[in-house]
């Protein structure tokens, strides 16, 4: 119950948020990380220092699960925007791409709704196969298993061998989900614009790379406030 009552104020708030106007658009910018490799990390930073939303694969899922949550989501979004993201998704689904289940059918909606509002990240769940390239910036972020095992052995203070069957473990639900549900490989780096191995940069260089990606985008606009009629007197 508490944690139902805790995403509804988090969509209530994100909703109104939303009902103001921006003077920036950034197309969304969805994340796909290898387990331990820092992508959650990533894109918390990048949240706060773009000055954006943050939705994590968590968030994203509670949304879609709930008919009632996500219906209060839909309303919001743009129509003219969404046209694009809708006749996108269903061409997937139209050749058959998407594993068909109420779930999916809510999370296509979510991501649709949150993708034409931009301005936000999104943290896993397949969003980067949900919306079209013209719409939002996708990164992948990598790391060799063995740093990755490091990492999360020094998060949750557990052995090599308990962090590497977590890592293993995880990363075969992610490959299985996106298999399903978008037959497709999560791998391959040819589903994203920028792939960014933290092995070999730290994550204030990643997010300096990410950030140059967002910044020197063409979908990256900045609007002109909108004119307010006079009021009668």
């Known amino acids: ?12 708030e994100q909703i109104e948020k939303w009902e103001k106007q921006t003077q920036t658009h950034i197309p969304v910018i969805t994340i ?13 930073g990048l949240a706060k220092r773009l000055g954006i939303d943050l939705f994590d694969r968590d968030i994203v899922k509670e949304i879609a699960e709930s008919a009632h949550i996500s219906g209060a989501v839909i309303e919001t979004m ?6 694009g993201i809708k006749d996108f998704i ?8 998407l594993w068909p289940g109420v779930y999916l059918d809510h999370l296509m ?9 931009g301005n ?16 939002r910036l996708s990164v992948r972020v990598i790391a060799p298993l063995e740093v990755r095992v490091k990492n999360v052995a020094k998060e949750f203070g557990v052995t090599r061998e308990e962090a590497k069957r977590r890592v293993i473990n995880r990363e075969n639900r992610r490959s299985a989900f996106i298999r399903q549900s978008f037959n497709a490989d999560v791998a391959d780096p040819r589903n994203y614009d920028l792939v960014v191995n933290t092995q070999k940069i730290d994550i204030d260089a ?16 900045v ?9 009668k007197k």
């Open 1 to 12: 119950m508490e944690k139902n009552s805790s995403i509804e104020k988090f969509i209530k």
């Open 223 to 231: 609007k002109k406030p909108a004119a307010t009629k006079a009021k």
């Open 120 to 135: 936000a990240v999104i943290v896993g769940r397949g969003a980067n196969f949900l919306i079209p390239a013209e719409d």
């Open 109 to 117: 909606k979510v991501v649709a709704a949150i993708a034409s509002h």
């Open 90 to 97: 269903s061409s997937l689904v139209n050749d058959r791409y």
């Open 78 to 83: 743009e129509k003219d925007r969404l046209s």
């Open 206 to 221: 990643s997010l300096g790379a990410v950030i140059g990606m967002v910044v020197g985008s063409k979908d990256t606009v």
């Open 32 to 44: 796909s990380s290898e387990p331990g490799s820092g992508g959650r990390v990533i894109a918390r």
